[in-house]
């Protein structure tokens, strides 16, 4: 593996996820987290999926301890000099994601690799902010990401073909499927999921059918491990907002991409699913009550 030295920065559910996939492929791992809660509480959902997956036999008590022994923690970005590949995995705030970037190009050694999970904002505008855009590449993981099998790796104007390439390779040792996205809004996957969960809401929203009934309908019906609700609480009503407002300023004219009166008004009242503990469903941590 020519990536031997990963740096992830942002340790909440998606950043310790891609964390521990890196670190359980057998790169060393440095998770760079400024919130000393959120560095914990990462770590311990590390090493509580680690456990689980030995508890299931998908992995030795030998593998999870070499495992937690690669991981690295630090709150400054200087320790991420020497890595190979720095995955962004921070708050969707695109300023704070460019800054990020600008400083990181600044301190990262010239042959490192950027990458930015983001699910919502174009990859282009960050791997301009960088400095070094031919090295800089879209790797979009799924939640949770030690049991979701695919990364998205999105491929914008300035990237080299040989960077689309080691991403590609990273995507494979990590225990993925890679398959090429464009820099458009959603890639392949939200670009097609988000309209569907959106769609799901406003036909709950229109009175034409239950939220068990929608549910049901596409877990039965079409073979899906989550109906669309379920899955919209699961990933979080205010991040679906978040991406699809996001997308209705930049284009006003899709219908797509409204977002539905009722999904704003629950992020209001506090409902955001799974992570409060009340969406659609109730939650008792991570199963439906
Ligand atoms: N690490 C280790 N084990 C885990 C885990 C994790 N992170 N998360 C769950 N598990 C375990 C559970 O504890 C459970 O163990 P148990 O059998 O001992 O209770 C086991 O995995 C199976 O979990 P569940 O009982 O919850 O049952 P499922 O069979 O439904 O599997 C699932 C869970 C894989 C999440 C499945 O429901 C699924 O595939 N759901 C769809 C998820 C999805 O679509 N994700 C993509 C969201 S979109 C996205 O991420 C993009 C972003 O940009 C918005």
């Given at each position: 593996m020519a990536i031997q030295k990963v740096g992830v920065v942002g340790c909440g559910l998606m950043g310790s996820g891609i964390a521990q996939v890196s670190a359980a492929a057998g790169s060393q791992v440095v998770v760079c987290e400024l919130a000393t809660e959120v560095l914990e509480k990462g770590f311990a959902r590390i090493e509580g999926s680690l456990r689980k997956l030995v508890s299931k036999e998908k992995l030795t008590a030998t593998q999870c301890e070499e495992t937690l022994a690669r991981f690295s923690k630090t709150?400054?970005?200087?320790?991420?000099?020497?890595?190979?590949l720095v995955i962004e995995a921070i708050t969707e705030n695109l300023e704070a994601k460019k800054s990020l970037f600008a400083s990181l190009g600044g301190i990262c050694k010239p042959e490192a690799i950027f990458a930015s999970n983001t699910?919502?904002?174009?990859?282009e505008e960050m791997a301009t902010a960088s400095g070094r855009p031919e090295r800089f590449v879209g790797l979009h993981f799924f939640n949770p990401v030690p049991l979701m099998k695919l990364v998205e790796v999105i491929r914008h104007e300035g990237v080299s073909s040989e960077v689309i390439e080691e991403a590609r390779a990273f995507g494979k040792a990590v225990g993925k499927v890679a398959i090429l996205a464009p820099d458009?809004?959603?890639?392949?996957v939200n670009r097609l999921l988000v309209p569907l969960l959106l769609e799901a809401v406003r036909m709950v929203e229109r009175g034409d059918a239950t939220v068990e009934d929608v549910d049901t309908g596409m877990t039965l019906?079409?073979?899906?491990?989550?109906?669309p609700i379920t899955l919209l609480d699961y990933v979080g009503l205010d991040t679906t907002l978040f991406i699809v407002e996001g997308w209705h300023a930049r284009y006003?004219?899709?219908?797509?991409f409204e977002p539905p009166a009722v999904l704003r008004s629950m992020v209001k009242d506090g409902k955001l699913g799974r992570k409060s503990g009340q969406g659609f469903y109730r939650w008792d941590g991570d199963k439906r009550a």
């Open positions: 709150q400054k970005l200087e320790d991420l000099a020497d890595c190979d699910s919502s904002f174009p990859i458009t809004p959603g890639f392949v019906g079409c073979g899906h491990p989550m109906g006003p004219d899709n219908p797509l």
